[in-house]
């Protein structure tokens, strides 16, 4: 993906284009002179971008001043992408520059390989670890959005490294072909040959065997067989041309639905730091591309333990339940998990994810078995997966018109609106500037914040009946006991909650408690000599903190207050105690839906509200916002 135009705007990474307003004066002459440029702010970047946009202004004035002042423009895309491009491309310096152009005229793959590598190196990415790790990640160093390397790394991943070279070495005679050639495994991945594919993973002898050819990372690019597979189905005519494979007997969705039944990583990355989700979720998507991100992003649910040793507990065959074995791959059609016992490895059993446990052990306290499930819960959603400079699939979707991509990612995580890329930049802050012309990606955002909005869902959680029983709470003239988990479900008696525990809601808790809390970005930096001062205790503190308070275990949920200006400045949150204590930034994940709530509570002229929180076992603090309440502190 080009670093593209932010909302009509040209934002070419790192160069920082920052419009001034043009003076007072008659419009421009048509053959306007060099330094009426001076109108725009053009300190950010190089001689080599300055001396192409005057050029671009010269040959046409009206057209790049539009351009530069607003989002209002009605330049074509055509235009704004070349200008775009030409000015990342001028970022590089000129070995990078050289080291491209050779990248695309080499048809070697030992040349091919020389040159990624030597770019890999000018962004700072240890080869030396890559090499170390065949059949892993290697070096996912994130590095800033802003900048050579960043663009380095943009380029690769459009022009996808050299992977191209490799389909042409498949049927070039050794006497014309000079590089090296890619394992059977991954041609029959390439090919999308299901049945090869299939009988070569049965073929290994041992569980490791099978999880290296499965993950074992190929072409420069360092792609896993997961990745090359949906990275290929997007270029069906070329793969068709280099291999001689006609494209009616490919079914690479077959292949992605084997790779993960034996054990595939679905959220394996490659050396850009790209999973599965950003090829095959991303500006170029095909019907079959997403319907194999789809695939993924639901092995990705429950594929924390894979490869661990498992229990299986709660089956209706008595004589399973206790039995240990290794988790093994996912099987897309019905959601279950591969298991091998560990009395008979070589045997698969198809079991549902809420039947198999891993047992916890926690320091002075018996072992426990814990579902897969419960334990997965902070498994990352792969729409969320960030790539080495921050970015995720949706940032490239959202310069798109890919509207159809769009509404499949927001439909699998409403999150991936406010995760910023390395330079703090969201796709939500992208679509707070004005936007010109028709984008089918614009409605789908506009449609789902109006659709999915929090705060709606919040405004609708104040229950009044039990959820086992139905009895009012006015009939009972008390208050309903309340889950201390999802502080969602309400009931009337213990004897209720015990039975709704053990016939449903067990089942739903933990997501409910999700799916209402709202997880806060990081803290603000501190303004220069604020101060702490609480009157209760008459202590004063310059120190900050975004944690659980002393008397707070993991996971247990506290009372804080949260005290709001408005949307334009920092929320101040905090504990009765201070110990908890920070500031959170506008534009930060959270803040919007955070200060509504704050605005919408009226006991306080929408100026604070208290609320329920805690410190998730991601160490990531999480807010109810359904639970405003009055307090006196």
Same mark, same amino acid.
């Given at each position: 993906?080009?670093?593209?135009?932010?909302?009509?705007?040209?934002?070419?990474?790192?160069?920082?284009?920052?419009? #001034?307003?043009?003076?007072?004066?008659?419009?421009?002459?048509?053959?306007?002179?060099?330094?009426?440029?001076?109108?725009?702010?053009?300190d950010?970047l190089?001689?080599?971008?300055?001396?192409? +946009?005057?050029?671009?202004?010269?040959?046409?004035?009206?057209?790049l001043?539009?351009?530069?002042?607003?989002?209002?423009?009605?330049?074509?895309? $055509?235009?704004?992408?070349?200008?775009?491009?030409?000015?990342?491309?001028?970022?590089?310096?000129?070995?990078?520059?050289?080291?491209?152009?050779?990248?695309k005229?080499?048809?070697?793959?030992?040349?091919?390989?020389?040159?990624?590598?030597?770019?890999?190196?000018?962004?700072?990415?240890?080869?030396? #670890?890559?090499?170390?790790?065949?059949?892993?990640?290697g070096?996912?160093?994130?590095?800033?959005?802003?900048?050579?390397?960043?663009?380095?790394?943009?380029?690769l991943?459009?022009?996808?490294?050299?992977?191209?070279?490799?389909?042409?070495?498949y049927?070039?005679?050794?006497?014309?072909?000079?590089?090296?050639?890619?394992?059977?495994?991954?041609?029959?991945?390439?090919?999308?040959?299901?049945?090869?594919?299939?009988n070569?993973?049965?073929?290994?002898?041992?569980?490791?065997?099978?999880?290296?050819?499965?993950?074992?990372?190929?072409?420069?690019?360092?792609?896993?067989p997961?990745? +090359?597979? *949906?990275?290929?189905?997007?270029? +069906?005519?070329?793969?068709?041309?280099?291999?001689?494979?006609?494209?009616?007997?490919?079914?690479?969705v077959?292949?992605?639905?084997?790779? +993960?039944?034996?054990?595939?990583?679905?959220?394996?990355?490659?050396?850009?730091?790209?999973?599965?989700?950003?090829?095959?979720?991303?500006?170029?998507?095909?019907?079959?591309?997403?319907?194999?991100?789809?695939?993924?992003?639901?092995?990705?649910?429950?594929?924390?333990?894979?490869?661990?040793?498992?229990?299986?507990?709660?089956?209706?065959r008595k004589?399973?339940?206790?039995?240990?074995? *290794?988790?093994?791959?996912?099987? $897309?059609?019905?959601?279950?998990?591969?298991?091998?016992?560990?009395?008979?490895?070589?045997?698969?059993?198809?079991?549902?994810?809420?039947?198999?446990?891993?047992?916890?052990k926690?320091?002075?306290?018996?072992?426990?078995?814990?579902?897969?499930?419960?334990?997965?819960?902070?498994? %990352?959603?792969?729409?969320?997966?960030?790539?080495?400079?921050?970015?995720?699939?949706?940032?490239? #979707?959202?310069?798109? $018109?890919?509207?159809?991509?769009?509404?499949?990612?927001?439909?699998?995580?409403?999150?991936?609106?406010?995760?910023?890329?390395?330079?703090?930049?969201?796709?939500?802050?992208?679509?707070? %500037?004005?936007?010109?012309?028709?984008?089918?990606?614009?409605?789908?955002?506009?449609?789902?914040?109006?659709?999915?909005?929090?705060?709606?869902?919040w405004?609708?959680?104040?229950?009044?009946?039990?959820?086992m029983?139905?009895?009012?709470?006015?009939?009972?003239?008390?208050?309903?006991?309340?889950?201390?988990?999802?502080?969602?479900?309400?009931?009337?008696?213990?004897?209720?909650?015990?039975?709704?525990?053990?016939?449903?809601?067990?089942?739903?808790?933990?997501?409910?408690?999700?799916?209402?809390?709202?997880?806060?970005?990081?803290?603000a930096? *501190?303004?220069?000599?604020?101060?702490?001062?609480?009157?209760?205790?008459?202590?004063?503190?310059?120190?900050?903190?975004?944690?659980?308070?002393?008397s707070?275990?993991?996971?247990?949920?506290?009372?804080?207050?949260?005290?709001?200006?408005?949307?334009q400045?920092?929320?101040?949150?905090y504990?009765?105690?201070?110990?908890?204590?920070?500031?959170?930034?506008?534009?930060?994940l959270?803040?919007?839906?955070?200060a509504?709530?704050?605005a919408?509570?009226?006991?306080?002229?929408?100026?604070?509200?208290?609320?329920l929180?805690?410190?998730?076992?991601d160490?990531?603090?999480?807010?109810?916002?359904?639970?405003s309440?009055?307090?006196?502190?």
């Open positions: 993906m080009w670093c593209s135009f932010k909302r009509g705007l040209i934002q070419p990474t790192g160069a920082g284009l920052v419009p #001034v307003p043009a003076p007072q004066a008659s419009p421009s002459p048509k053959a306007p002179h060099r330094q009426d440029m001076d109108k725009f702010n053009l950010n190089n001689e080599e971008q300055k001396s192409f +946009l005057r050029s671009a202004f010269l040959e046409d004035p009206d057209v001043e539009d351009l530069l002042k607003s989002g209002t423009t009605t330049v074509s895309q $055509s235009t704004k992408s070349k200008l775009t491009k030409k000015c990342c491309y001028l970022l590089l310096d000129k070995e990078s520059r050289s080291l491209l152009a050779q990248l005229a080499t048809i070697s793959t030992v040349e091919s390989s020389k040159i990624i590598r030597r770019l890999l190196e000018k962004t700072g990415t240890s080869c030396d #670890v890559n090499d170390s790790d065949p059949y892993g990640n070096d996912q160093t994130p590095l800033p959005s802003e900048g050579a390397s960043a663009q380095i790394l943009r380029y991943f459009a022009d996808g490294g050299d992977l191209e070279q490799w389909w042409i070495g049927r070039m005679p050794s006497s014309a072909y000079s590089g090296k050639r890619l394992p059977a495994f991954a041609w029959n991945c390439i090919m999308g040959d299901h049945i090869a594919v299939r070569e993973l049965q073929a290994q002898p041992t569980f490791q065997d099978r999880r290296n050819v499965l993950e074992q990372r190929v072409t420069s690019m360092r792609m896993s997961l990745i +090359l597979t *949906i990275a290929s189905s997007k270029n +069906l005519d070329r793969v068709s041309q280099y291999t001689g494979r006609p494209t009616k007997l490919m079914n690479h077959a292949v992605v639905g084997i790779l +993960l039944m034996y054990g595939a990583s679905p959220n394996a990355k490659e050396v850009t730091g790209k999973t599965a989700c950003h090829y095959g979720a991303g500006s170029h998507a095909t019907k079959d591309t997403l319907e194999m991100t789809d695939m993924c992003i639901r092995a990705t649910a429950t594929t924390t333990f894979l490869g661990r040793n498992v229990v299986l507990d709660g089956l209706s004589n399973y339940n206790g039995m240990e074995g *290794i988790l093994g791959g996912f099987v $897309s059609e019905t959601e279950r998990r591969v298991f091998h016992p560990l009395n008979d490895p070589k045997k698969e059993m198809a079991i549902r994810p809420d039947n198999i446990f891993v047992v916890s926690c320091a002075g306290q018996q072992s426990r078995q814990v579902c897969i499930l419960d334990k997965s819960l902070r498994a %990352k959603n792969l729409v969320e997966v960030q790539d080495r400079i921050g970015s995720i699939s949706l940032h490239e #979707v959202a310069m798109s $018109s890919q509207g159809d991509v769009a509404k499949f990612l927001l439909h699998r995580s409403s999150n991936c609106l406010d995760i910023p890329d390395l330079s703090g930049r969201s796709v939500r802050d992208m679509f707070m %500037k004005p936007v010109s012309g028709v984008n089918p990606v614009n409605d789908v955002i506009r449609g789902h914040l109006k659709k999915t909005s929090k705060k709606k869902l405004k609708v959680r104040k229950k009044e009946a039990c959820e029983c139905g009895t009012k709470a006015n009939r009972l003239g008390r208050e309903l006991r309340q889950c201390t988990s999802c502080l969602d479900a309400v009931y009337c008696s213990k004897e209720c909650q015990v039975s709704h525990w053990k016939g449903f809601h067990r089942k739903e808790c933990k997501e409910r408690e999700k799916q209402l809390g709202l997880e806060l970005g990081d803290p930096s *501190i303004p220069k000599g604020h101060t702490s001062i609480n009157f209760c205790s008459q202590t004063r503190s310059s120190q900050f903190h975004c944690t659980a308070p002393k707070a275990k993991q996971d247990e949920k506290f009372w804080v207050k949260v005290q709001s200006e408005g949307l400045h920092n929320l101040l949150i504990d009765k105690t201070h110990y908890c204590n920070f500031y959170l930034a506008p534009g930060s959270g803040f919007r839906d955070l509504e709530s704050v919408d509570q009226t006991e306080f002229l929408g100026k604070k509200s208290f609320y929180a805690k410190i998730n076992q160490g990531k603090f999480v807010i109810f916002p359904h639970t309440a009055v307090k006196k502190w």
